[in-house]
């Protein structure tokens, strides 16, 4: 999972975020055909409410199936179960384990993301300390969690032409409503109800995103 660059097309990519819960053996095969239906740079796992061992059994059975297709696997939240588990790295909030700290946890090698909602001052703080993306929401409606603030189109443009820190831009996105934002220039869309809740299916979501990101 890295930021934009010559050489890699298309410039921005998708990032996806597990439904807030699910049957595992389904979602397993779902998550394989979305995988195997066009580019996706990442895979969050995101359990907000699952205890330790839920999340750890989810997380044995979809990592290996994303690293497959090359998207790295990220644990919301958790590093202490990112590092158990092997995951590529993890995604901390504002409320969550300090960036310092889990950079601590996980050394130097493992992606770490940090919520930074519609703040520059955080956004700036995290990229300074070392955060290997910085994600900016919400920028639409999302019944997937309760958004605490509303980001602007103005803030992934000014990130995108002032700072070389990829970001990632969540918060209700979905193929109907995400062309502006593509166009404002962050590295990464974070979807989940987007693909998941797609009426044609996850694998049409994909694969409809991509070419909203090539075409642009």
Not at 62 to 89: E, H, I, S, T
Request: proline content about 6%; hydrophobic content about 45%; aromatic content about 6%.
């Amino acid at each position: 999972m890295a930021g934009r660059s010559e050489d890699v097309a298309p410039a921005c990519r998708l990032y996806l975020i597990t439904p807030p819960a699910f049957e595992l053996i389904a979602f397993t095969q779902t998550l394989k055909a979305a995988l195997g239906a066009g580019d996706v740079a990442c895979i969050q796992l995101r359990l907000k409410d699952a205890d330790d061992d839920t999340v750890l059994r989810a997380g044995e059975a979809l990592l290996p199936l994303a690293q497959d297709a090359g998207a790295a696997f990220l644990v919301n939240d958790r590093p202490d179960l990112a590092l158990k588990l092997g995951a590529d790295g993890a995604h901390v909030g504002q409320e969550d384990m300090p960036y310092k700290d889990a950079r601590k946890l996980l050394g130097p090698d493992r992606i770490i993301g940090v919520t930074c909602h519609d703040s520059r001052h955080m956004a700036m703080e995290a990229g300074e300390a070392g955060a290997d993306y910085v994600a900016f929401g919400a920028f639409f409606p999302t019944a997937t969690k309760e958004a605490k603030t509303q980001a602007s189109l103005d803030l992934v443009a000014w990130w995108a032409e002032v700072m070389t820190v990829p970001q990632v831009a969540i918060g209700g996105i979905t193929v109907d409503n995400c062309r502006p934002l593509v166009a404002a220039g962050p590295d990464f869309l974070a979807v989940c109800a987007g693909v998941w809740n797609h009426p044609d299916g996850p694998a049409a979501a994909v694969k409809a995103f991509e070419r909203i990101f090539t075409n642009s």
